[in-house]
């Protein structure tokens, strides 16, 4: 015991303190998640092959070995969406800090001349009326890959468009609409869905696709629920109820984020 304390390095309190730091993110990415699951799963493996190792257990120790030495391309398939959130996460803060201040092309514009009244006029009337829409309106990132998704639209913003598009007899008012530069980009977008085990089931799937894209992408998602009429945001995965009364301020608010 006396030898096993004074080989404990400093250098290996610090390795204790990072894996356990380590943990603890992983922990906190994949909570309320079906993942969450699978990792307990993973990490419970691991624990057995070392006890079977220790314990000299040789075909056990080389079966598990063979699983465990496979694994890390199983768990990059597994968790793509979490290791994708990750690496988002990583770039958002990089985008924030002295690399972006040194490098401007980092920076991407944002919605800062959005025509926020126009926005907001047609959330309130498909709100009245009870008309579905989920709407996307980029920050940092341009969600290039989802309105390759979906049709192009490329014109000025006004709310008797938005309000067209999402007009259940208009041939694009199923799935999302884009809106870049102060212009709508495209509509009818296929978005994820997220994997939270935790969403309150009278959530639907515009709700779902919201949180699922604002958890892998730096954007905000305007929802107007088809069955209560409610318009809810949604940022980092977060959704929220927001009155109409409200609505335009909020949006002006996380566009300065």
């Known amino acids: 015991m006396i030898d096993l304390f004074i080989q404990f390095r400093v250098f290996d309190f610090i390795d204790i303190i990072l894996v356990a730091a380590l943990f603890f993110g992983l922990y906190r990415l994949l909570k309320g998640t079906s993942a969450m ?6 990490v419970a493996i691991f624990l057995i092959w070392q006890l079977v190792k220790y314990l000299q257990m040789e075909m056990l120790t080389a079966i598990l070995g063979a699983f ?18 990750f690496l988002f996460t990583i770039g958002a803060q990089a985008q924030e800090g002295k690399l972006a201040q040194k490098f401007n092309f980092l920076k991407v514009r944002s919605n800062v001349d959005l025509n926020i009244d126009a926005l907001t006029k047609a959330c309130i009337n498909m709100s009245e009326i009870k008309q ?7 920050r940092k990132n341009n969600l290039d890959d989802i ?40 509509a009818r977008c296929i978005l994820p869905v997220s994997n939270k085990t935790n969403i309150p089931g009278h959530y639907g799937l515009r709700h779902r696709a919201a ?15 088809e069955e209560t009429g409610n318009i809810s945001m949604v940022t980092g995965g977060e959704i929220r109820t927001i009155k109409p009364l409200e609505l335009k301020e909020m949006i002006e608010t996380e566009l300065r984020v």
Do not use: W, Y
Not at 37 to 42: D, E, P, T, V, Y
């Open 37 to 42: 699951s699978i990792f307990i799963g993973i």
């Open 68 to 85: 465990v030495s496979v694994g890390f391309i199983a768990l990059i398939i597994i968790f793509q969406p979490e290791i994708r959130r």
């Open 132 to 138: 579905g829409a989920l709407i996307l309106l980029t």
């Open 147 to 186: 309105v390759s998704t979906g049709v192009v639209v490329n014109a000025d913003i006004s709310n008797p468009l938005i309000e067209n598009i999402f007009f259940k007899n208009s041939p694009l008012h199923d799935g999302a609409m884009i809106i870049r530069h102060n212009r709508i980009t495209a």
């Open 211 to 225: 949180i699922g894209v604002t958890e892998v992408n730096d954007c905000i998602a305007l929802v107007v629920s």
